[in-house]
């Protein structure tokens, strides 16, 4: 599942069954898992430090619960515990906060989205996903940054009901990762014992096949 050169972290869901947040990188990419041991019911989040040429990014993955009545969370207990995280990210100059925060983002007038573009505003933060993100035409998927120097892409690559959101960061370009290929030097090869080797290989494969008795019938057909 992860590419060659690639590597995961992960925050799994222990409240309920399934879900959590996992973060695909670079292995040349130094990233430290940092311990928010806050727990909230409302929203899940993984924070991690990427090291940029100069310091570090802060960078948060955020899954916002969708407030249903089977999971009883309400629209209070989020608007109550995400401006006390966010709290706790005052001192981080560079942060990124990033993930599905499961609202309808494009409605402008709606009292939850009124909400969080003022605790927003409260912790010097910036959205910057500008159209939607989500097939049936809403902006669930948000980016919070501090500075607005970003350029941002959102494409619809057809491998989710949610579009892909990328977007360039300032980090040092880290070094390749290194693969062992062997191959064969065509020029080099002796045909007549290749022949021979696959010959070879072949009679032991029927061998295994058809076994000591119906190969030595097959030979005399």
Same mark, same amino acid.
């Given at each position: @599942?992860?590419? %060659?050169?690639?590597?995961?972290?992960?925050?799994?869901?222990?409240?309920?069954?399934? #879900? #959590?947040?996992?973060?695909?990188?670079?292995?040349?990419?130094?990233?430290?898992?940092?311990? +928010?041991?806050?727990?909230?019911?409302? *929203?899940?989040?993984?924070?991690?430090?990427?090291?940029?040429?100069?310091?570090?990014?802060?960078?948060?993955? &955020?899954?916002?619960?969708? =407030?249903?009545?089977?999971? #009883? /969370?309400?629209?209070?207990?989020?608007?109550?515990?995400?401006? @006390?995280?966010?709290?706790?990210?005052?001192?981080?100059?560079?942060?990124? /906060?990033?993930? $599905?925060?499961?609202?309808?983002?494009?409605? $402008?007038?709606? =009292?939850?989205?009124?909400?969080? +573009?003022?605790?927003?505003?409260?912790?010097?933060?910036?959205?910057?996903?500008?159209?939607?993100?989500?097939?049936? !035409?809403? @902006?669930?998927?948000l980016l919070l940054v501090r500075e607005l120097q970003h350029d941002l892409c959102i494409e619809d690559k057809?491998? !989710?009901?949610? *579009? &892909? &959101?990328?977007?360039?960061? +300032?980090?040092?370009?880290?070094?390749?990762?290194?693969?062992?290929?062997?191959?064969?030097?065509? +020029?080099?090869?002796? @045909?007549? %014992?290749?022949? !021979?080797?696959?010959?070879?290989?072949?009679?032991?494969?029927?061998?295994?096949?058809?076994?000591?008795?119906r190969q030595h019938e097959r030979h005399f057909r």
């Open positions: @599942m992860v590419p %060659i050169g690639y590597t995961f972290i992960s925050a799994p869901r222990t409240t309920r069954e399934g #879900g #959590g947040i996992a973060l695909f990188y670079k292995t040349a990419i130094k990233i430290v898992k940092e311990d +928010k041991s806050r727990h909230s019911d409302s *929203f899940e989040q993984l924070t991690v430090k990427i090291k940029t040429s100069k310091s570090y990014l802060t960078c948060v993955c &955020v899954y916002r619960l969708h =407030p249903k009545k089977k999971h #009883g /969370i309400t629209w209070d207990q989020f608007f109550n515990d995400f401006p @006390m995280f966010l709290e706790s990210l005052n001192k981080e100059k560079e942060l990124l /906060i990033t993930g $599905d925060f499961n609202l309808h983002f494009e409605t $402008d007038n709606a =009292p939850y989205v009124q909400r969080l +573009k003022t605790a927003l505003e409260e912790h010097n933060l910036h959205q910057l996903v500008y159209k939607a993100t989500y097939r049936k !035409s809403h @902006m669930l998927d057809c491998i !989710s009901d949610h *579009f &892909v &959101v990328s977007f360039l960061l +300032k980090l040092s370009v880290p070094p390749g990762v290194k693969q062992k290929v062997k191959s064969r030097h065509l +020029k080099s090869i002796d @045909m007549d %014992i290749f022949t !021979s080797d696959i010959d070879t290989s072949l009679t032991q494969i029927e061998c295994m096949t058809y076994g000591p008795q």
